[in-house]
C-alpha cells in the first residue's frame, strides 16, 4: 500500500517570498503519478500542479514548482512570489497510473501568508 | 469550464437516518470518485466507480454505504443509518486521465 507524509503541518511565509511544502511517498509502483491540490477556507479542492513519474522534468505552472526526486521518493512544491491569495491547506498526493485508482492523500501543510 | 457539481452544499440529519449526497461530474468522464474529509482530518477515499460498477472501495465503505449512477448524469452516494462518525465532508471527483477533478463537497451533520 501506498503512503504519503507531509512532514510540516502548518508553515507561514510573508507576501512575495518563497516557501517550499514537503511531501515523502512510499510505493513500490514505477509508474504514477503525484499531485498537489490547494484547500482555501471555502473547502474547495483545486489543482495545483501535476507530475508524471516516467518525466524527469519538474512541472511548472506559473508560480508554483516541484522538485520531484524519484529515488528519494521526494515531491515538494515550491510557490515563489507568495499571494495573500495562496492562504490554504496543501494536499499532496499519490495515484498508481491505473486510471480509476483512487488518490492517497497527505495529512496536509497549513500553509499562512502574511502581509 | 467544466466543473463537478455536488449537492446539498450542507445536509443535517439526524443518527439513524438515511442520506443522499448527489454529484454530477463532468460529463466526459468515465471515472468518478468519493472521499470524505473529517474535519480538521485529511481526505479518505471511499470508493471509485468505473463502467457501472464499483472498481475498488476502501474499508470505510462498509455496508452502509452505496453507490449509483441513476441515469447518464448524475452520481449518487447513498448512507444507509448514518452514524454520528459519519458527520464529515463529502467529496465527489471525475477523472479521464489521471487527474481527478473535485467537487465542492457537501457537509454532512448527523446529529
Known sequence: ?????????????????????SCT????????????????????????????????????ENRFSVNFQKAAKSFSLKISDSQLGDTAMYFCAFMKVDYGQNFVFGPGTRLSVLP | EPEVTQTPSHQVTQMGQEVILRCVP????????????????KVEFLVSFYNNEISEKSEI????????????????????????????????????????????????TVL
Open chain 1, 1 to 21: 500500500a501506498q503512503t504519503v507524509t507531509q512532514s510540516q503541518p502548518e508553515m507561514s511565509v510573508q507576501e512575495a517570498e518563497t516557501v517550499t511544502l
Open chain 2, 61 to 108: 465503505f462498509d455496508d452502509q454505504f452505496s453507490v449509483e449512477r441513476p441515469d447518464g448524469s448524475n452520481f449518487t452516494l447513498k448512507i444507509r443509518s448514518t452514524k454520528l462518525e459519519d458527520s464529515a465532508m463529502y467529496f465527489c471527483a471525475s477523472s479521464t486521465r489521471g487527474t481527478q477533478y473535485f467537487g465542492p463537497g457537501t457537509r454532512l
Open chain 2, 26 to 41: 463532468i460529463s466526459n468522464h468515465l471515472y468518478f470518485y468519493w472521499y470524505r474529509q473529517i474535519l480538521g482530518q
Open chain 1, 25 to 60: 511517498y512510499d510505493t513500490s509502483e514505477n509508474n504514477y503519478y503525484l499531485f498537489w491540490y490547494k484547500q482555501p477556507p471555502s473547502r474547495q479542492m483545486i489543482l495545483v500542479i501535476r507530475q508524471e513519474a516516467y518525466k524527469q522534468q519538474n512541472a511548472t
